[in-house]
T-cell receptor, first 111, second 111 residues
């Protein structure tokens, strides 16, 4: 069964501090991993996906197949990063398939 | 361009009432997905379409839930005889390739 685990419901950091949002997954194949973000009063939107290897808004995430993790990192948190973050999995790389989401982590950046 | 739209944005229903939730995908997007997001949870897959074909409905929680996309564009999610446990945000997403674009959701409250 496919499962995505985000162990932290809430993460509070000070502005300028490093951020790491944890995501672990369970899936027997080679999935594609995503991070979605939802800012206050906005819709869910894609932040980044592992296959594109991009850095978006200073965030990066590396897929670690050995640890089945896809943690989201940013070296210096900004107040505008405060939002709800969801890690998601698709069982097929570059496939158009339903996503399996974690329960989300609320990031609060304190000024 | 216009994103995914959903209507109504909010719906209050009495237990036992039927409801219909509408999703207008981005023009030209072949795939359309419905997710259910309960309070404090991540989105959970309900069903998805490729054009007018419903390819997977394994996530529908009961036979009271029914979805259609008769012309391969607009989709309707219908819930018959609503129950309190149906209270959630219902999200629609559409995609042409790998990235799913989400609508604002319909918040359903069953009293």
């Amino acid at each position: 069964a496919q499962r995505v685990t985000q162990p932290e419901k809430l993460l509070s950091v000070f502005k300028g501090a490093p951020v790491e949002l944890k995501c672990n997954y369970s899936y027997s194949g080679s999935p594609e991993l995503f991070w979605y973000v939802q800012y206050s009063r906005q819709r869910l939107q894609l932040l980044l996906r592992h296959i594109s290897r991009e850095s978006i808004k200073g965030f990066t995430a590396d897929l670690n197949k050995g640890e089945t993790s896809f943690h989201l990192k940013k070296p210096f948190a900004q107040e505008e990063d405060s939002a709800m973050y969801y890690c998601a999995l698709s069982p097929i790389i570059s496939g158009n398939t339903p996503l399996v989401f974690g329960k989300g982590t609320r990031l609060s950046v304190i000024a | 361009g216009a994103g995914v739209s959903q209507s109504p944005r909010y719906k209050v229903a009495k237990r036992g009432q039927d409801v219909a939730l509408r999703c207008d995908p981005i023009s030209g997007h072949v795939s359309l997905f419905w997710y259910q997001q309960a309070l404090g949870q991540g989105p959970e897959f309900l069903t998805y379409f490729q054009n007018e074909a419903q390819l997977d409905k394994s996530g529908l929680p009961s036979d009271r839930f029914f979805a259609e996309r008769p012309e391969g564009s607009v989709s309707t999610l219908k819930i018959q005889r609503t129950q309190q446990e149906d209270s959630a945000v219902y999200l629609c997403a559409s995609s042409r390739l790998e990235t799913q674009y989400f609508g604002p959701g319909t918040r359903l409250l069953v009293l």
